[in-house]
């Protein structure tokens, strides 16, 4: 199984960009997907996350700015960042839970700079 992240780059404060995450490999089904990020000097945090019947859960600090979806046909993962800020700055990394083997799957992170 493999998660490959992608869609970041350098926007500026107060603009946009939309993350995707697509898993492949031997995939029945997947229970919750996220994004973490982890910013320079600070632990990984969560994001967001959905489940598969599409509840999703987000961090305080994003509520509002980021919307978090998934379509569960390609097995991909998106997070829509909106009026970005430069404490958004960070790796950005999706995961996934697949029940059928028991673990969770990281993707390889993607780098999202917002400048001020």
């Known amino acids: 199984v493999q998660l490959q992240a992608s869609g970041g780059g350098l926007v500026q404060a107060g603009g946009s960009l939309r993350l995707s995450c697509a898993a492949s490999?031997?995939?029945?089904?997947?229970?919750?997907m996220g994004w973490y990020r982890q910013a320079p000097g600070k632990q990984r945090e969560l994001v967001a996350q959905?489940?598969?019947?599409?509840?999703?859960t987000y961090a305080d600090s994003v509520k509002g700015r980021f919307t978090i979806s998934r379509d569960n046909a390609k097995n991909t993962v998106y997070l829509q960042m909106s009026s970005l800020k430069p404490e958004d700055t960070a790796v950005y990394y999706c995961?996934?839970?697949?029940?059928?083997?028991?673990?969770?799957?990281w993707g390889q992170g993607t780098l999202v700079t917002v400048s001020s």
């Open positions: 490999g031997s995939i029945f089904s997947i229970n919750d």
């Open positions: 959905i489940a598969s019947g599409g509840t999703t």
């Open positions: 995961n996934a839970d697949i029940p059928a083997l028991k673990s969770i799957y």
